[in-house]
């Protein structure tokens, strides 16, 4: 009897030692945090900058007037060919046609008084030399001689005034052919009507302050597509950059570009149009694929600014931010590693899974694609980096955290 006791006694501590032992692993488990990893190994990484625009074309010239009149005329429709020289638009040249024929005549009149001022300078002349000859004979008085002398040098100043007011007339005359040559518009370049903004009868408004565009000529043949880039990514475009380009209105289409222009200074709101960002225009001529691209088509440019070959890279979501203060716990009085802390007081950082926990492992990184980031320095390739949860790298999960790792991604190792 007291064998079987005893062996019932084992018996039950078994169990009872059994059951404890499952129970701390079940809370191990459940105290674990379900990470997936992935392994820091080379790749290509090219950095790209997004930006969307308008196609226009690199050569335009918009058409207005410089004079404000009536449209009385238009030559052309949206789409005609133009070339050099080509008459555009007619304005109601009324006004300009009276004052040309009033100037006309004033020439003529200037001109009529200067000949009748000519002849009577030339008469006082050759009375002033009678006078002298007379006098010279001692027959006419000193008194006669300067009255004759007198009346010339009037009769001379009045035709040079008669000459000054053909010269002034003739100016004037000058600005009314201008003027009338004002109401008819002429091609400055050969190409295509790619915008016609003006019908015939609306009043167009000459002025050096407001522009009042009647129509647009431009080169279709050389095309570019204008794109608005953030000051955050502006630093990244250099001229000379490959862009590739999709155009809504042509679906699948294969576009490709360089950059052209880079603005210096940050671009001010269109009318009507409320900036709510910083942004620079950039210029990319297009190289290939612009046949059947037209001025005005929204267009998507993708920049290449950088290309890294090899590139030791994680998972751009395994990159995070935390405060310095928790950066490290394990072995946090052994690490000889000192934070390099941003304004904010945050540092940079990945976690790498070591026997079981989650180790905050400080980096520093360079370009990143939409997929991978590069990490220049706290990293050696074929390390594990946790690579999700999202909520896990950039809330949930501390420095010496147990983690278990879940069936996703390559584990060294395993």
Request: glycine share 6%.
């Amino acid at each position: 009897m007291l064998t079987v006791k005893k062996l019932v006694i084992a018996a039950v501590v078994l169990i009872v030692g059994l059951s404890l032992l499952v129970l701390r692993k079940s809370i191990n488990k459940e105290d674990a945090l379900p990470v997936q990893v992935e392994l820091a190994q080379r790749a290509t990484i090219e950095q790209r900058v997004r930006a969307t625009g308008k196609i226009q074309s690199s050569i335009q010239v918009k058409i207005s007037a410089d004079i404000s009149a009536k449209i009385t005329r238009l030559h052309v429709k949206e789409g005609d060919q133009v070339k050099k020289g080509q008459l555009l638009v007619e304005l109601d040249g009324t006004r300009q046609a009276a004052s040309l024929a009033s100037q006309e005549a004033l020439v003529k009149s200037a001109q009529d008084e200067a000949r009748l001022a000519l002849a009577n300078k030339k008469l006082a002349e050759s009375q002033l030399e009678r006078v002298k000859l007379v006098f010279a004979r001692q027959l006419e008085s000193r008194d006669r001689v300067d009255t004759a002398t007198s009346a010339y040098e009037v009769a001379a100043a009045r035709y040079s005034s008669a000459v000054e007011q053909i010269k002034k007339a003739e100016g004037e005359l000058e600005q009314a052919r201008y003027d009338q040559a004002l109401t008819r518009i002429f091609s400055p370049m050969s190409g295509t009507v790619s915008v016609l903004k003006r019908e015939a009868g609306e009043i167009v408004i000459g002025s050096q302050f407001q522009e009042d565009v009647i129509m647009i000529v431009a080169d279709l043949g050389q095309m570019e597509a204008t794109v608005n880039v953030d000051e955050n990514s502006i630093m990244k475009v250099k001229i000379g950059q490959p862009a590739t380009l999709s155009v809504d209105a042509l679906p699948g289409a294969a576009i490709v570009g360089r950059v052209a222009e880079v603005a210096s200074s940050a671009r001010t709101a269109d009318p009507g149009e409320v900036l709510q960002k910083t942004e620079f225009r950039v210029k990319v001529a297009i190289t290939e694929g612009g046949g059947q691209v037209r001025p005005g088509m929204t267009v998507n440019a993708n920049i290449l600014t950088d290309t890294r070959q090899s590139a030791l890279s994680v998972p751009i979501q395994s990159v995070t931010l935390r405060p310095v203060a928790k950066w490290r716990r394990i072995d946090s009085e052994s690490s000889s590693s000192k934070p390099i802390v941003d304004t904010d007081g945050y540092v940079q950082l990945v976690y790498v899974v070591e026997n079981g926990k989650a180790v905050a492992r400080q980096v520093k990184v360079g370009i990143q694609n939409e997929d991978r980031i590069e990490i220049l320095d706290g990293l050696k390739e074929g390390e594990n980096v946790v690579s999700g949860s999202y909520r896990a790298i950039t809330r949930d999960l501390n420095d010496g955290d147990t983690v278990e790792v879940a069936k996703k991604g390559p584990v060294a190792g395993s």
